[in-house]
């Protein structure tokens, strides 16, 4: 079988080759070629060491950075275009017991059959020889990829007693391919689940959150729902606990357990509410309130690993997505909401859309935009400067408050929204 390679590709092989070191293609852009695509990234491998690799590479084909000494990984960047490769030395690897990512010994090897004996399932652990066109396999790869099977390339146990992270690898690779997953080694996985425990959280927020975009990665898969077959298989697994394990500690949730479709939101959302969605139906699920505390143990440094700006926005979007769904009492009180969510009123709408229809707010939203509500306090008719020029005792520490108290009367009143008018607010505002 011949596989699509680049002219830079072909050369940089025979750089390789006439210095004695064969260079291969492997894991998913050959998986994915068999499948007829190659919508991934070209990972690289050989016998060749990293000091090697410097010394006969020429400096005006590639920058090389070495990525990795220890495990032999490096970067290649083509000078002619945008292309880049990583590239990584034929390899065993020792680990420690407890299913740690990390190898605890690593040893450069020539052999490649030993080389594919650390990998992980049979479809990534499939070799194409650049030179030769020609692949090699030695796990039955090329049958499990056409089955659309993910198989461990040696017993279950062996695999995942290495690197825990791998059960997780296991379920996105599966989504995102829209594979099936070999019975012997999804019950491994489940058996030895215990060793996600030492699992870090930024590995953890990688994985989860490729899992709940799964039905994005490849377009030509067709892969409908993957994201919601992914928790389905997580919550088989019982991986949640370890996933958030501060959150279960901080509500004291020992036992979580989630039954039935407790995904509702998350199955009908895309993309761009997909990580809200997923928080109130988990948080819902095992029975913990939903509140900024529990957004943040969810999806912070703690959990999911967003930066603090994200998780802020999100907690805001979700809260307001719940003062939506429990109603307002007045149209006041809906003017008054959308004027201090207006950052995010829209991703608000979008979130109560998935279960409820939010179409008055958006109608009411676009009102008060035509008819020059103020929606910041930009848009207020003064300013610091005003306020500075007609109340010079005024102490600037309350300016802010002030403003923000001129604002809420304006979105009542837009009427008011003059600087005389305003000015005068001000004053028996101080007066009283």
């Known amino acids: 079988m011949k596989i699509k390679v680049s002219k830079n590709l072909i050369e940089l092989s025979n750089v390789f080759n006439e210095n004695g070191h064969p260079l291969y293609i492997v894991g998913g852009y050959v998986r994915n070629a068999i499948l007829g695509f190659c919508e991934t990234d070209i990972d690289l491998c050989g016998t060749a060491t990293p000091a090697e690799v410097l010394e006969f590479v020429p400096k005006n084909l590639y920058n090389i950075e070495i990525v990795n000494k220890k495990l032999g990984t490096m970067h290649f960047h083509s000078k002619h275009n945008d292309e880049v490769y990583e590239y990584t030395t034929f390899r065993a690897e020792n680990y420690l017991p407890g299913g740690k990512h990390s190898p605890n010994k690593v040893e450069f090897v020539r ?10 399932f049979t479809a990534n652990a499939i070799y194409y020889d650049i030179k030769s066109e020609s692949i090699i396999d030695f796990y039955n790869g090329v049958k499990d990829t056409r089955q659309k099977t993910l198989r461990t390339v040696e017993t279950p146990e062996f695999v995942f007693a290495s690197d825990g992270l ?18 012997q080694s999804f019950d491994m996985a489940k058996s030895m689940i215990d060793n996600l425990k030492d699992i870090s959280k930024e590995r953890f927020s990688k994985e989860i959150t490729s899992i709940l975009f799964a039905d994005y990665k490849y377009a030509s898969v067709g892969a409908v729902d993957a994201h919601i077959k992914g928790v389905k298989y997580l919550t088989s697994l019982g991986a949640w606990k370890y996933v958030f394990n501060d959150l279960f500690k901080q509500y004291n949730i020992t036992n979580p357990k989630l039954v039935g479709n407790w995904f509702e939101m ?3 959302s895309t993309a761009g509410y997909r990580i809200c969605a997923f928080c109130i139906d988990f948080l819902r699920a095992v029975g913990i309130k939903i509140e900024s505390k529990s957004i943040a143990l969810l999806l912070g440094a703690s959990g999911l690993s967003f930066n603090k700006k994200d998780v802020l926005k999100y907690t805001r979007i979700i809260l307001g997505f719940l003062d939506v ?7 006041d009180q809906k003017r008054m909401f959308i004027q201090k969510n ?8 979008g979130l109560t859309n998935i279960t409820s229809n939010a179409q008055d707010l958006k109608v009411l939203k676009n009102l008060m935009i035509v008819s020059n509500v103020p929606l910041k306090i930009g ?12 109340f010079p005792k005024l102490p600037k520490n309350q300016f802010s408050q002030i403003l923000e108290h001129l604002l809420n009367i304006c979105c009542i009143a837009p009427e008011l929204n003059q600087r005389a008018t305003l000015l005068d607010i001000v004053s028996k505002y101080i007066n009283k």
């Not at 769904?325 to 149209?331: I, M, N, Q, Y």
């Not at 207006?342 to 991703?347: F, G, N, V």
């Not at 848009?379 to 007609?390: Q, Y």
């Open 111 to 120: 052999d490649i059959t030993q080389d594919a004996r650390r990998r992980d």
């Open 166 to 183: 791998r059960m997780l690898r296991l379920v996105r690779i599966a989504c995102e391919l829209n594979f099936k997953i070999n019975k």
């Open 266 to 268: 998350l199955q009908q």
């Open 325 to 331: 769904v429990g109603g307002f009492a007045s149209t």
């Open 342 to 349: 207006i950052d995010i009123i829209d991703d608000i709408i």
């Open 379 to 390: 848009d207020l008719a003064i300013n610091g400067n005003d306020l500075i020029s007609v």
